[in-house]
């Protein structure tokens, strides 16, 4: 079991930015894929972001080149830097981890965090 706590998120304009921490105390950090979700109202928990422990990174094509995920091994903590935010991007984030070698849904889940973007 990953004990993940999330930080960060919050309200953005439309263009604006925002981040977003998930850390992972007590877990052998560099062994974990990291990765973030997101569900907004209605709609299915999606793949945002992920990046494995050698530092393989996966986003999905609706935040390529606004999003990008990091990690750091010491901090035991990953993040996501959202840049060019658009009201679509709003949702509640999850940070979701586990060893293994890709991204799968892990078994443990950060508490979740709400983005919104207004126009």
């Known amino acids: 079991q990953v004990q993940l706590v999330e930080s960060g998120g919050g309200l953005a304009q439309s263009g604006g930015s925002l981040g977003l921490s998930c850390a992972a105390p007590?877990?052998?950090?560099?062994?974990?894929?990291m990765a973030w979700y997101r569900q907004a109202p209605g709609k299915q928990r999606e793949l945002v972001a992920a990046?494995?422990?050698?530092?393989?990174?996966y986003y999905d094509d609706s935040v390529k080149g606004r999003f990008t995920i990091s990690r750091d091994n010491a901090k035991k903590s990953v993040y996501l830097q959202m840049n060019s935010l658009k009201p679509e991007d709003t949702a509640v984030y999850y940070c979701?981890?586990?060893?293994?070698?890709?991204?799968?849904?892990?078994?443990?889940w950060g508490q979740g965090t709400q983005v919104t973007v207004s126009l």
């Open positions: 979701n981890g586990g060893y293994g070698n890709s991204w799968y849904e892990y078994d443990d």
């Open positions: 990046i494995t422990g050698s530092g393989r990174i």
């Open positions: 007590g877990s052998i950090f560099s062994l974990l894929v």
